[in-house]
């Protein structure tokens, strides 16, 4: 593999680019009309313009995306996160066109696709599962036996969902009946794809999720677990690596049984198994992730190993050049998610121009970013500013570390998430390692984070938050717009 397309943008087309190039692998960038000056076009060997800036006229265009790989003799391309990563058609057609998809093979995709595909191939392997409906149901009948005897609530969830989409929990019967309907008509609408299953609701639980790496020789490996319950409305906050409850026979149960789950689909390359995790230390099958995911640098920093790179070499052929053994968790790694967005004003994205724009740097930090200062932050795509990461030998250095380079990251120009960030790492609950998906909606008011700035900007930015409440209110509306809303973030996780 001579030279890789990267058909995505801002801080992950960056990322891959970066590991491409110490492979001495040429890079071409694809980019929309809005991101023109973007850094990872500049960082690009090449950068081809490929439409305007709506992701469906660019980063969406999977067959321009080949025609370009075709006309500059790409080998491969990266898909990143989002956009036509776990796209089966596009990663088909790559393949039909001679092109190598750094990625699974687009059966695997297919099957994880479907919720109820994938659950029914980890059942051979014996994964633990959340007690529910096997086939997708739509007698309420049915769905009421099934109710009484995992016992309520239930939630109702979209095969073709995931990640949080379409999801309904059920508290008692006489509601049963109108609430699967209504899932019924929602997944056909969002997803073209009407089945619904049913599963017992888990009440308290952790997101814990396993990144694993197979190649194309039969070889899976675990690289431990991800901590990803610090998430707002399904938006991923704080991540971490490792989890502080996982103990070591419980990492190594569920490293084997990610490993199965990929198994169970002929997986090949870096995926991600998801779990819940109960306050007994159940755990529990939920989906599977057939990319690379947002909050990957973590599992980098505690495994020393470049997931980009091991992608890119299961391309190729090659094998995994170190076995499960030879794997072994180094100290602590949290992440941050830096969102354009106003933490006092329902986390509006507040979108603009970095006026100021300086990094924390220093032992122990990392920031994957694609912005430079002065750029303005585009309103057609996800308002993610960067990922700040930080590693450290322990979990408590590692947040003292995160605090540290938080201070030390000065934007102004748009509101960020930094301080809310700051708030939560900060939490009793946090710091405890006692907490479960519920975190910010149990501690989180827009007054907590006083604490975190000085008085008179609170009182401005609350002032103004209470003035434009109408404006506030239009705006929530717009982003429970459908699909092609600019503003309907892509579900990375
Ligand atoms: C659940 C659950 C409780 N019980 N399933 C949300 C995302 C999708 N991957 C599955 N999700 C959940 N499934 C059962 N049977 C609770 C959630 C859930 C959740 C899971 C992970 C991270 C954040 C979450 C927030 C709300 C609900």
Excluded at 185 to 205: C, K, L, M, T, W
Excluded at 353 to 381: H, K
Aim: net charge negative; glycine share 8%.
């Amino acid at each position: 593999m001579k030279k890789i397309l990267v058909a995505n943008r801002g801080e992950i087309a960056l990322r891959v680019m970066r590991s491409a190039k110490e492979m001495g692998i040429a890079t071409v960038a694809v980019f929309s009309e809005a991101d023109r000056n973007a850094p990872f076009v500049k960082y690009a060997d090449e950068a081809i313009c490929i439409g305007p800036a709506p992701s469906n006229q660019s980063y969406l265009k999977g067959d321009v995306i080949i025609e370009v790989c075709k006309k500059l003799g790409v080998d491969g391309i990266h898909p990143g996160y989002g956009f036509l990563s776990e796209n089966a058609g596009f990663a088909r057609k790559v393949k039909e066109a001679g092109l190598t998809f750094i990625g699974p093979n687009p059966e695997s995709i297919e099957v994880m696709g479907s919720k109820l595909a994938a659950k029914a191939a980890a059942r051979k392997y014996n994964i633990p599962m959340v007690p529910g409906t096997e086939d997708a149901i739509a007698d309420p009948e049915q769905a009421k036996r099934v109710a009484t005897e995992v016992g309520l609530p239930i939630l109702i969830k979209a095969s073709a969902g995931g990640g949080g989409k379409g999801m309904r929990i059920v508290e008692n019967m006489e509601e049963l009946e109108e609430q699967m309907n209504r899932a019924i008509s929602e997944a056909q609408n969002a997803f073209g794809d009407g089945s619904v299953f049913i599963e017992r609701y888990v009440a308290g639980p952790r997101h814990i999720e396993i990144q694993v790496l197979a190649d194309t020789h039969g070889n899976i490996v675990h690289l431990f677990e991800r901590e990803c319950s610090i998430q707002r409305r399904h938006q991923k906050v704080v991540e971490e690596a490792p989890s502080a409850v996982l103990t070591p026979e419980l990492r190594a149960a569920m490293g084997a049984s990610a490993v199965d789950v990929a198994r169970s689909c002929n997986y090949v390359g870096a995926g991600t198994v998801e779990f819940l995790v109960d306050e007994n230390l159940n755990y529990y099958f939920l989906e599977m992730n057939t990319r690379l995911q947002v909050e990957h640098p973590v599992t980098e920093m505690i495994t020393g190993v470049d997931l980009v790179k091991e992608q890119i070499r299961i391309a190729r052929g090659e094998r995994l050049s170190f076995a499960q053994e030879d794997l072994k968790i180094n100290g602590h790694a949290l992440e941050i998610r830096v969102y354009a967005e106003d933490p006092l004003n329902n986390f509006l994205p507040d979108i603009g121009t970095l006026q100021t724009y300086q990094r924390p740097s220093g032992p122990g930090v990392r920031v994957d970013d694609g912005f430079e200062e002065g750029m303005s932050i585009p309103i057609f795509y996800d308002p993610m500013i960067s990922k700040l990461i930080t590693h450290a030998k322990n979990r408590d250095e590692a947040i003292a570390r995160m605090v540290r380079a938080i201070d030390d990251y000065k934007i102004t120009g748009v509101q960020t998430t930094l301080k809310f960030c700051r708030w939560a790492i900060q939490q009793d609950a946090f710091t405890s390692g006692k907490f479960d998906t519920h975190f910010v909606k149990q501690y989180f008011t827009p007054e907590v984070l006083k604490e975190e700035m000085p008085k008179e900007e609170v009182v401005a930015a609350l002032m103004a938050a209470a003035l434009f409440g109408k404006q506030k209110a239009t705006a929530v509306i717009s982003q429970q717009q459908p699909k092609n809303s600019n503003w309907r973030r892509a579900r990375l996780d």
